[in-house]
T-cell receptor
Framework: GENVGLHLPTLSVQEGDNSIINCAYSNSASDYFIWYKQESGKGPQFIIDIRSNMDKRQGQRVTVLLNKTVKHLSLQIAATQPGDSAVYFCAEIPGGTSYGKLTFGQGTILTVHP | NAGVMQNPRHLVRRRGQEARLRCSPMKGHSHVYWYRQLPEEGLKFMVYLQKENIIDESGMPKERFSAEFPKEGPSILRIQQVVRGDSAAYFC????????????FGQGTRLTVV
């Protein structure tokens, strides 16, 4: 969805559908890109990462795609479940550093309807 | 192995008071990051510390904010003379290595300034 003012983009899906969450990043020199899941009242939880020299990586029920040409990152969740409802953030780690300083995107609210 | 522990979970302070936020990293983790999250926004990097050293404080406000990670004990984020704009969720993350994409986040401290 389109981000207007302070409202986060939202995505509503039915249980069992596949979900695709998108993220545009700004730093073409980033080394790593990471997806985090944040449930209400909790800290972010690591989902999956991808190094900048890759374009696809798969995990359990999740796939991350990286398109460096247009600086776009996506997270695909297969067979989405109600427990997947959360805010999803992409984050990047800049190149040229020896530590994992994260720059987060604004986030997307995923709501899964049973 | 307990996760990253932050306390208190909720903290209410009057304007002008001091706020102290504590973070105990996971066992064996010597790298600590602090992030701030305003409502409906992503997390913003504040500071990166190793034991007894501040490595990167580029995200810390120049005044009133300080952080430490002593040889013994938790990392502390200290905010002096709090103002309403300091109200936010403050998250700590730890990792065993410098450039580790899988940093583990605590549950956060929600600071409310009244």
């Amino acid at each position: 969805g389109e981000n207007v003012g302070l409202h986060l983009p939202t995505l509503s899906v039915q249980e069992g559908d596949n979900s695709i969450i998108n993220c545009a990043y700004s730093n073409s020199a980033s080394d790593y890109f990471i997806w985090y899941k944040q449930e209400s009242g909790k800290g972010p939880q690591f989902i999956i990462d991808i190094r900048s020299n890759m374009d696809k990586r798969q995990g359990q029920r999740v796939t991350v795609l990286l398109n460096k040409t247009v600086k776009h990152l996506s997270l695909q969740i297969a067979a989405t479940q109600p427990g997947d409802s959360a805010v999803y953030f992409c984050a990047e780690i800049p190149g040229g550093t020896s530590y994992g300083k994260l720059t987060f995107g604004q986030g997307t609210i995923l709501t899964v309807h049973p | 192995n307990a996760g990253v522990m932050q306390n208190p979970r909720h903290l209410v302070r009057r304007r002008g008071q001091e706020a102290r936020l504590r973070c105990s990293p996971m066992k064996g983790h010597s790298h600590v990051y602090w992030y701030r999250q305003l409502p409906e926004e992503g997390l913003k990097f504040m500071v990166y510390l190793q034991k007894e050293n501040i490595i990167d404080e580029s995200g810390m406000p120049k005044e009133r904010f300080s952080a430490e990670f002593p040889k013994e004990g938790p990392s502390i984020l200290r905010i002096q003379q709090v103002v309403r704009g300091d109200s936010a969720a403050y998250f700590c993350a730890s990792s065993p290595r410098g450039k580790d994409t899988e940093a583990f986040f605590g549950q956060g401290t929600r600071l409310t300034v009244v």
